[in-house]
């Protein structure tokens, strides 16, 4: 059995702790929300690549890593996310849970103060974060900005969220953008850095067998340490927009030899805090979610219109994206197709294990969340900034209870935004 609860430890500051012994190891991490925007995206990705250079004691990446092999090979990981138009910077540590320690050790309360350690006391040159570290790690983060373009499948769907959301901040992407990533500097790092200790909600994570209340005095030390004199403002719903009349359309040139094309829907005001949420899950799964989806076995495998068709939700938002994979020539018969597959599924035209298939989809899909450590700390995460409770289990209840026509009229509110079609020099 997994027990979940959340508390606040102080103001803006909560501990979503999950009292489990299905696992070997423990995770405990802290995370700190922000809202994403172009200007603070670089510098806000930046910080924990450089705090994980070094701490005071452990003043570069080989004393730090010293410091985790003590604790049985334990890790602390810098981890940037994107949670609708909320920006979560942190760190994610896995460690022996205490209950397989060879000598009864306990290795919750040094990791804990490890963590702190990496969050509260870097290693400082001048008074800001040593120089090496910044432009190290900066030159590493432009990389990383960079190479999104050789995943040409997320590449495209990174472009279809920058044109459909172009003066909304949800489309930004969570690494910033190059320009912004070039122009920081060691202070302006080290003011952000200070501003978001100050101000920037705190989520704490743990995930093991330890009692709630150790939990809690293990971290004592980083929250007495935390520097105070701010409000942590919990981050604002995103607001929802209408598609357009007409779809807006965009084309971009890359040396490509298969075309993308990504569609960006706006889902007609449902989103993860709305009632009609898991009919919307089911009616995505129908759609194009799964393997057994009208996208799949429709536009892919009998018309072979696409080397791969699938759509996702950005239930954060209020955004379905779907990704396809085509000919340069097949791209307004995939197109039409896929369309043609959604209006099924607003009309209610899927069969009755259509719809069964999708649901023990997902509700299989949730329940697996369970069994991984990375998947509990991410979904737990994602409610957190949200500010909802539900777990997995809870939201497989509510699934079991849509009907085909809740699915129905879950797609009725779809609503196509943007076309985007990567294609090829020669198409």
Known sequence: MTNATRLELLPGVHLTAVQTKKFKSS???VQFLLPLSAQDASLNALTPMVLRRGTERCPDMESLSAALDELYGGSLEPVVRKKGETQCVGFVG???DDAYTLGGERVLEPAAELLGEVLLRPCTQDGVFRLDYVRQEQANLIDRIRAQVNDKRQYALIRVVAEMCADEPFGVDKLGSEAAAAAITAASLWNAYQEMLRTA???FYY???AELERVRSALEPVLQALPGGGVRRAPARPQQKSAPAVPRRTEEVLDVTQGKLSMGLRTGGIDVWSGEFPALLLCNALFGGTTTSKLFLNVRERLSLCYYASSQLEKYKGVMLVSSG????KVEQAEAEILAQLEQCRQGSFEDWELESAR???VSGYRSILDSQGRLEDFWLGQAAAGIDEGPEGLCARLEQVTRE?????????SLD??????????
Do not use: H, I, M
């Open 27 to 29: 995770a405990l991490g």
């Open 94 to 96: 896995s460690f022996l």
């Open 201 to 203: 909600p705190v989520e």
């Open 207 to 209: 995930c093991g067998s």
């Open 326 to 329: 085509v000919e340069f020539g």
């Open 360 to 362: 023990r989809s997902v």
């Open 406 to 414: 809740q699915a129905a009229a879950a797609a009725q509110k779809l």
């Open 418 to 427: 943007t076309v985007y079609f990567l294609k090829g020099k020669e198409a």
